[in-house]
């Protein structure tokens, strides 16, 4: 209820208070939108950036982001101080801030350029006073511009708070502070799980996918290559926002004709591999259930999800299930039969893909999805290049009218279509399993309980006389919280699925930038929309993936072939760390690595003693000229204080040398310390 004790004055207008965090919401809610860098709803008050300053009666000039609205307080928004302010502000920004605005892909939506606008800042007269630093272009997936930087803060709090992983931060004092991985290493070399969410934040273009539209353009020229693209669901529901179209905008015809009028040769959906990704994993998952498999089973579409799993929670790669993404399981069936169908040379098919994900990447160019040399998936586009390329070739895209995908790989059902959203892999998987469980059609093919965005959703589905239990989580950070209330034996799931993102595929790193969660629904709704005016809305009735099966994969999900093709295994990345040592190198050309963790956090890890036992016994046994010895140096201990241990590819299993183990003795005689000796011979032998 309204009342005169809970109203502010808002440039003399009364504004109730509604539970509103701070100023800026409140007179954001008046229709006011101040202009502000640093300020996400979704994260914490920094209040860096100055430019949210408003003046309070009897308090003067305050950070709006970071001041709680009280009662009776009188507001002004805008006064000639506060212009000045913001002015100057934004002029110090631009000083230290490189200015080839023209060539940044950001050029467009930076928030930088368009608040500058926006005060009428026409010039510039202060001199930049730092040096210009290297660009970081180490990740596949992402580029680290430092000169654009402007200390805002939104990608190191969106890592840490959002993500739960904080792979950069503030680095150094003064002028010399800056936006760094841990020990100013490259974004590769530090635990980064490439979703992009950084870049979706960056408000400078400091951050931002990395570009491969050039390297297209160039095959695209060269007539003796053969284009395909593969489009993501996900993509056709954001793409429009480029083109001021509403977000959910279901636009995927009008980027057929778009990517036909570029040259791209044949044009197919990733809806159908998203389909043949539903046979094999749902499968997967009823073989896992009949022969008392590795539970609970956890998708294994996204990979910053895989990633993550790799780096932090190594010991649960047996959950995951083994089912390649639907991207690389396109490009595995693109490479199989588009050479034949299409009259070319293997070495002359060029694969595409657009996806919203920066993460795809990372994962397209992974060695495990390469035959001889040759990725499955050649390049990655997100949404927003794809943008600038349609942009760049002056194609009117509103005016354009929609074109039909290329067959066979163009068709598609609803439960393809859904994967674009946190919850749509799980309930096409559910649409899959359900149906095969009670071996009767499935009239009700829709399960609302794993949809929307919530930050965890579970459900318990009837089937039969029992009953699947399912959980679906979106954001690293609540991943993180379901996965240790696993560990701690508080919840119990047949199947688990994970998404990077915020909202899913939908509000991938490589997206548009979707400010709230509005546009994340809309989103959204534009793909269940698009399901359900599908006439097929089960996987399992993709006729052409049936006969893709029939012709090229062994007749059935789970043959032989479909395992070669359609699967693969998964790495252990626990050993990425804040830093590295060389305590001992050998000359030959081909040596054996062994890392040994030593915990920064641990006053007592028992790291440092161990690493010179190894390093004994391998003098002892004249093994120095064989291996190469590596201290490794993490700030991420586990609550027990075990350490880690690997020789070559093996990580040592149940290497738990506990903070007790303090002598050399002790730890000479531990069990776990046989099996990093029975391993170093072994992998010299």
């Known amino acids: 209820m309204t009342t005169a004790e809970n109203i502010v004055k808002v440039n003399g207008c009364g504004i109730a208070i509604e539970g509103e965090r701070n100023l800026l919401e409140l007179i954001r809610k008046a229709g006011i939108d101040i202009p502000t860098f640093c300020y996400h709803s979704e994260l914490s008050i920094y209040g860096a950036c100055r430019l949210c300053l408003v003046e309070v009666d009897g308090k003067g000039i305050m950070a709006a982001c970071s001041t ?62 730092t040096k210009q630093l290297p660009l970081d272009t180490s990740s596949p997936s992402l580029q680290r511009d430092p000169n654009k930087c402007v200390l805002c803060g939104d990608c190191v709090r969106v890592c840490a708070e959002v993500q739960g992983i904080g792979a950069i931060d503030f680095a150094f004092r003064g002028s010399n502070a800056r936006v760094s991985p841990a020990f100013d290493q490259d974004l590769s070399q530090v635990e980064c799980v490439n979703c992009g969410q950084c870049a979706a934040v960056c408000p400078t273009g400091a951050i931002v996918p990395k570009q491969d539209r050039h390297r297209v353009w160039e095959e695209i020229y060269n007539p003796q290559k053969k284009v395909v693209v593969q489009i993501a669901p996900a993509v056709r529901v954001a793409l429009g926002e480029m083109f001021q179209l509403a977000p959910g905008t279901n636009v995927a015809g009008k980027l057929v004709s778009a990517l036909r009028l570029m040259g791209f040769d044949e044009v197919y959906d990733t809806c159908f591999a998203a389909d043949m990704t539903i046979f094999e994993e749902a499968t997967e998952l009823l073989d896992r259930v009949g022969s008392g498999g590795v539970m609970p089973m956890f998708t294994s579409c996204c990979p910053g999800w895989v990633k993550y799993c790799e780096i932090y929670y190594p010991e649960l790669l047996p959950n995951l299930s083994s089912t390649r993404s639907p991207q690389q399981i396109f490009g595995s069936v693109a490479r199989k039969t588009l050479p034949a169908r299409l009259g070319i040379e293997p070495a002359d098919l060029v694969v595409v893909s657009i996806m919203p994900c920066t993460a795809k990447k990372f994962e397209a160019q992974l060695p495990k999805f390469s035959n001889h040399g040759k990725p499955d998936v050649d390049y990655v586009l997100t949404t927003t290049e794809v943008a600038q ?50 071996n009767k059609p499935l009239n009700q093919v829709e399960f609302k309980a794993v949809r929307g965005l919530d930050k965890r959703k579970e459900a318990a589905v009837r089937v039969g006389d029992g009953e699947v239990k399912v959980a679906g989580v979106h954001g690293l950070g609540n991943a993180k919280a379901l996965i240790e209330d696993l560990k701690a034996g508080k919840g119990h799931y047949d199947f688990i699925e994970g998404m990077a993102c915020p909202g899913g595929c939908v509000c991938g790193g490589g997206q548009p930038v979707a400010p709230n969660d509005n546009v994340r629904r809309q989103r959204a709704a534009g793909l269940y929309n698009s399901d359900k005016t599908n006439q097929l809305q089960k996987s399992q009735d993709n006729y052409l993936v049936d006969r893709c099966y029939e012709e090229v994969f062994g007749g059935r999900p789970g043959s032989h072939d479909a395992h070669e093709n359609l699967h693969t295994h998964y790495q252990n990345r626990s050993q990425l760390f804040d830093a590295k040592l060389t305590v001992l190198k050998g000359s030959e050309p081909r040596l054996l690595p062994i890392t040994v963790t030593i915990c920064t956090r641990l006053q007592d890890c028992p790291g440092q003693a161990l690493l010179g036992l190894i390093v004994k016994y391998i003098r002892d046994k004249h093994y120095e000229d064989k291996v190469e010895v590596t201290a490794a140096f993490s700030s991420r ?18 290497c738990a040398f506990s903070r007790g183990l303090t002598t050399e003795d002790q730890l000479r005689n531990h069990v776990e310390f046989d099996h990093i000796r029975q391993a170093i011979d072994a992998g010299l032998q």
């Open 68 to 129: 709680k609205p009280e009662p009776g307080m009188e507001i002004r928004t805008d006064t000639k101080a506060i212009r000045q302010m913001r002015k100057i502000n934004i002029e110090l920004l631009l000083a230290s801030h490189n200015r080839e605005c023209p060539t940044c892909s950001r050029s467009s939506s930076c928030t930088l350029q368009n608040v500058a606008r926006r005060l009428g800042v026409d010039t510039v007269r202060y001199r930049s006073a």
């Open 389 to 438: 390329m349609i942009a760049s070739m002056g194609i009117q895209f509103d005016e354009l009218e929609p074109s039909a995908f290329d067959m066979p790989y163009g068709f598609s059902t609803g439960g393809g279509v859904i994967f674009g959203t946190t919850g749509g892999v799980m309930e096409a998987a559910l649409r899959f399993a359900v149906e095969k469980l009670e």
């Open 637 to 654: 201990s586990n609550p027990d204080g075990t350490i880690c241990v690997t020789v070559g590819d093996q990580k040592i299993d149940r």
